[in-house]
């Protein structure tokens, strides 16, 4: 298993360059250094020495990919992109175009945005797998069918609604929790009952119906029939039986999202005022704030890279039949 | 029953939490202890990215740095129009003139035949720096934390994390060391270009600091700035120091009240050049150290940032003059108290608007600006078009406060070009009328009515109201695009425009030697779908004379190269007041500051590229003198040019509108200064007691919710039941 995990590693490593070279052409091709430097410096009384300046004090005065002024390997090392891109091979993040320290940013940030996702995970895994074992428990039945409606119908509602239709209802009209707001400790609760709430109604229909559909699958294997055979009861097929042979698609799914739950969520994270590093990454976009941008996206990348690597793994944890060599 | 148990325990345990949480309401979102604090909630919706009073320059990093720093001057907050006054200094500054002997001039002489100027500032003695560590000194009188070693800085992840804080009295040798700062080679001051054009020696100032910072070894970060002298800022002693200024700026005064020319300790400096310091983002960039009224003991500004009272900043007063009618509005009933009134104010990062608006209708914000999509709940027009609350609105308590803000947004015509421009000899008259007739046709009364609730003035000139120059009444009317009818200005009908139009060679909008339709472009940066309305709308205007309007649509980095290069037709922007001066504003048509061809490497805001020779003349006459009737007859013979040529649809003058809760005392807009919440006051009894009173928990719903989902598991539990108890036949059957 190690060579194959080193394996993965090193596979990882082109990806990651190759996902640099596409972030920083992305970003390039729509902002150019000037553009940068303008953001920062404002447009009121800027200087062309100015933005020269702020240019060469960040690097940003020297060609994107290819430096036809320099011999050799130089061509390709003394260049924007790989003075921006090489030093996150080994995590450093390096500084945002304010001067604030990226690494530090992303530590502050990690354990707000995890205090959302990780419990609209884990709730989430329970209550949607719960509820389509009911589901299947009782296939062909009213409940099945209400069921499936009732799924249709929370996946055809945006996720913004949920949003501003539970901070209406539940903290406008109610006035049961805050409607927006964040705190470290204990009193994080009370700011995060309900992004999570909405979280895990807003995922509740999709993820019901795939793992519905999972088990719908499972169901017709030849293991259950014996299982049955056996006098087993249905709650004991299911539960026992069906769901643990049902892991291995569940797992693909699931666990692969696991080290990306740091990184947060876009809309819930600024709608709610938490301060996690999907409002970082939404900044960081909106002010051109091209060392933020890169540093997230390798973040991203690096995270679900792992967590494909984690995955792999836990087939092997699951099915006995599994080897990674 | 074990569902029934489970249910109950998450009850329980929710309700816990929540009572446990709170004196306050549930949806409180703040400490129950702070209830009844005097404290002042505010928002934020952009992170700031630096609270360096050398670098921050917009609105959402001034809002705080203007409360921490005090530069020597400030506006007087309850007068108009705006009128500067010492802050920490003892009086206004004296201001010597010279010429190129050195010999000292009369205080009218020609601004020509002045060389330089000296300003001179004497600061008050006594006024001391917020607590800091910068200053923190042991027994010895050794530096504490000048010089971290390993272990400390382990330690600190923040600057609450140093144990020891010390003070020191404010001297004129800090604000010199600021000034020495603007040409600083690690810090971009957005003035220094500006600045270097009017301080005596700044820019051979920053070729000298750059040397010295490329000869510092490696890892050194400290750059003593009092090893170089700087000619244009002298410190005279203790509490005087001089600045000297190239020729004559009058402006610079207003300079003076804004945070560029607040004092930094050289202590703060080497105490943040610690690189230790600056890899856990402990920079003057987050942590301000100032003399004024409050100091940032909470700096996140992903979450919150909080001003608490600086216990050092004493010897401030409310105001006891103030403008009529300020003493009828309760304005003047603090005169002569001492600053500030608010013990702490917290500033919630709020992304969202609805999020923010509807904690301010629970009292959880003490203002609220408004939205256009919360305008019709907040305001409504009565009797001449005044605006008040709705009743809803005043109910609650909430009143309106409004005030033309010193800003202009216009609609430029780029004058280089061949169509709509200054052309040659022969076009010029014909391309003046076609910019004259767009005038008349584009509608601003509808505009402002339509796209800005009616929030705003149609602008008559590049002047907003409240600055030195600005006419109103007849006199101020553009008597292109109005007539003054009954005592108010009336927009000249579009036969007059059309008749214009033909006279510029475009007789219903056909050009008369081609026959073929004029066709104008349009440079806008579009994002939502209220900006394509706009844009619909301002083709109606134009069809109004039959011109087609092309909008080309681009982000804003490719419109401002657009700009830059004077490849835009057409294309709006605006402009908000530095300061109070008609300069600040005239300047955006004088010539040699104009877009394109300006040669001088100073910044340029003249996006409409306008060069009128007899304009530029008068700017340059006018810049350099003081507010009077001299002056005035100057801006208004300047006004009346730029009327004529049209370079500009004068568009609108934005007016602020701003709802404050009735706990919330001593307001009066003032947009030019910024460091007011000194003078505000709260009534934190009455907002604990409104607070509770509009966020009563409502229980009911969430009974229902729970008795729902119970009864839906009903038929659930009965159905598994009767599965799990029947017979394989039957199951199989």
């Known amino acids: ?66 430096n036809k002024a320099e011999q050799n390997l130089d061509q390709i090392t003394n260049t924007i992109f790989f003075e921006k891109s090489m030093a996150m091979f080994v995590f450093d993040f390096g500084r945002a175009d304010d001067g604030s320290d990226i690494g530090q940013e992303i530590k502050s940030r990690m354990m707000p945005s995890l205090a959302i996702a990780l419990p609209v995970f884990v709730l989430g895994l329970m209550i949607y797998i719960t509820f389509a074992l009911l589901l299947v428990f009782f296939r062909a039945t009213y409940i099945d069918f209400w069921g499936v409606v009732l799924c249709v119908a929370l996946m ?111 809309l819930v994270e600024s709608f709610f005022g938490i301060p996690g590093l999907g409002s970082y990454t939404i900044d960081a976009i909106n002010s051109q704030d091209f060392p933020v941008v890169r540093a997230m996206v390798f973040l991203g990348s690096v995270l679900y890279i792992i967590g494909l690597i984690l995955t792999d793994i836990s087939y092997t944890l699951v099915d006995p039949r599994i080897r990674l060599a | 029953m ?17 009572f446990g949480c709170s004196e306050t309401s549930w949806n409180s979102p703040y400490q129950a202890e702070d209830a009844r604090e005097n404290i002042l909630y505010n928002v934020f919706s952009e992170r700031p990215k630096h609270l360096d009073p050398v670098q921050s320059y917009s609105s959402n990093e001034i809002q705080f740095t203007a409360q921490i720093y005090q530069p020597p001057l400030q506006y007087h907050y309850l007068k108009r129009p705006f009128m500067l006054i010492p802050s920490t200094a003892v009086k206004m500054p004296s201001v010597l003139y010279f010429d190129h002997n050195g010999n000292q001039l009369l205080n009218h002489t ?64 800090d604000y010199v060391y600021q000034i020495k700062r603007l040409a600083h080679p690690n810090v971009h001051s957005p003035i220094y270009g500006l600045m270097a054009d009017y301080i005596v020696g700044l820019n051979k100032y920053a070729d000298v600091l750059k040397k010295a910072r490329d000869a510092l070894q490696e890892g050194e970060f400290y750059l003593d700035l ?103 509005n309760g304005l003047l009933d603090d005169a002569g108290k001492p ?105 601003y009364e509808e505009f402002i009515s339509i796209f800005a609730n009616g929030r705003g003035i149609p602008a008559q000139s590049p002047l907003p109201p409240g600055i030195p120059g600005y006419r109103d009444g007849k006199e101020g009317v553009n008597s292109v695009v109005y007539d003054w009818v009954d005592g108010e200005p009336q927009r000249k009908s579009i036969e007059v425009a059309k008749a214009l139009l033909a006279e510029a060679g475009y007789p219903n909008g056909t050009d008369q030697e081609t026959g073929a339709p004029l066709v104008l472009y349009f440079d806008v940066t579009a994002r939502s779908s209220e900006d394509r309305s706009r844009q619909d709308w301002m083709r109606k205007q134009f069809e109004k004379l ?98 004529n040529d049209a370079p500009w649809l004068w568009g609108y003058h934005p007016k602020n509108y701003g709802l404050y809760h009735a706990w919330y005392q001593n307001i009066k807009p003032n947009r030019m200064s910024n460091n007011n919440i000194k003078y505000y006051k709260i009534d934190a009894a009455l907002r604990e007691r409104q607070r509770k009173e509009w966020n009563e928990p409502v229980l009911w719903p969430l009974a229902l919710i729970i008795l729902v989902l119970g009864l839906s598991f009903v038929p659930a539990i009965t159905g598994f039941r009767r599965r799990e108890s029947s017979t394989g036949v039957r199951v199989i059957s």
């Open chain 1, 1 to 66: 298993m190690l060579s194959y995990i080193v394996r993965r590693i090193l596979y990882a490593i082109p990806i990651l360059i190759g996902v640099n070279l596409v972030t920083f052409a992305l970003f390039f091709v729509v902002n150019t250094p000037d553009d940068m430097a303008r953001m920062q410096l404002g447009i009121k009384y800027v200087t062309p020495e100015a933005i020269e300046k702020w240019k060469h004090d960040r690097g940003y005065d020297k060609p994107l990919v290819f």
């Open chain 2, 226 to 328: 009092d090893k170089y002298v700087l000619e244009g800022a002298q410190v005279i002693d203790r509490y005087t120091y001089q600045v000297k200024i190239n020729g004559k700026y009058p402006q610079f005064n207003y300079w003076l009240a804004m945070p560029f020319f607040a004092p930094i300790p050289r202590e703060a400096d080497i105490f943040y050049s610690q690189k230790k310091l600056i890899d856990k983002n402990i920079t003057l960039d987050f942590y301000p150290v100032g003399t004024g009224p409050y100091m940032l003991t909470d700096d996140n500004p992903n979450l919150r940032m909080v001003l608490e009272r600086n216990p050092n900043f004493h010897d401030e007063f409310y105001p006891s003059e103030g403008m009529p009618g300020d003493k009828e």
């Open chain 1, 156 to 266: 055809s509602i945006s996720s913004l609604f949920y949003i501003i239709g539970g901070q209406f209802l539940i903290s406008k009209m109610w006035h049961l929790v805050p409607i927006s707001g964040y705190e470290g400790g204990i009193n994080a609760i009370k700011f995060l009952i309900l992004p999570v709430t909405i979280g895990l109604i807003g995922s509740a229909g999709a993820s019901t119906r795939w793992y519905r559909t999972i088990f719908l699958e499972e169901m017709g294997k030849e293991y259950v029939r014996t299982a049955r055979a056996k006098g087993l009861s249905e709650h004991i097929v299911l539960f026992k039986h069906v769901l643990r042979n049902a892991m291995t698609p569940i797992l693909t799914g699931a666990v692969v999202v696991i080290p990306s739950l740091f990184l947060g969520s876009l």
């Open chain 2, 339 to 443: 600053l500030p009134f608010i013990d702490k104010v917290i500033f919630t990062r709020e992304k969202e608007s609805i999020p923010h608006w509807n904690k301010f209708l629970q009292g959880y914000y003490d203002t609220s600006g408004i939205g256009s999509d919360s305008f019709d709940q907040a305001v409504q027009l009565v009797g001449q078009g005044e605006a008040v609350v709705t009743d809803v609105m005043a109910e609650q308590g909430i009143r309106l406060e409004t005030a033309v803000a010193v800003s202009t947004y216009y609609m430029g015509f780029n004058m280089l070009d061949p169509v709509i421009g200054w052309g040659d000899e022969q076009s010029r008259e014909s391309a003046r009328k076609l910019r004259q007739a767009i005038s008349i046709a584009v509608d």
């Open chain 2, 110 to 173: 020609r601004a020509e035949e002045i060389a330089y100027s000296i300003y001179e500032i004497s600061i008050k003695p006594g006024i001391l720096y917020q607590p800091h560590p910068a200053f923190a000194v042991n027994e010895h009188g050794q530096w504490l934390y000048h010089k971290l070693d390993e272990e400390e800085s382990l330690s600190v992840n923040k600057l609450s994390d140093f144990l020891h804080t010390g003070t020191r009295e404010l001297t004129a040798a």
């Open chain 2, 2 to 18: 074990k569902i029934d148990a489970r249910t109950l325990g998450f009850l329980i345990l929710y309700a816990a939490l929540l």
């Open chain 2, 546 to 643: 039959n011109i087609q309007l092309v909008v080309r649509s681009t982000d804003y980095n490719r419109f401002q190269d657009k700009i830059r290069k004077g490849n835009a037709q057409i294309f709006e922007w605006g402009w908000h007041a530095d300061y109070p001066d008609a300069e600040n504003f005239l300047f955006l048509l004088h010539g040699p500051q104009r877009k394109v061809g300006n040669n001088s490497g100073n910044s340029a805001n003249n996006a409409a590229n306008y060069d009128s020779a007899e304009y530029n003349q008068l700017f340059e006459q006018m810049k350099n003198m003081e507010n009077g009737p001299e002056r005035q007859q100057i801006i208004d013979e300047m006004i009346d040019i730029l009327r």
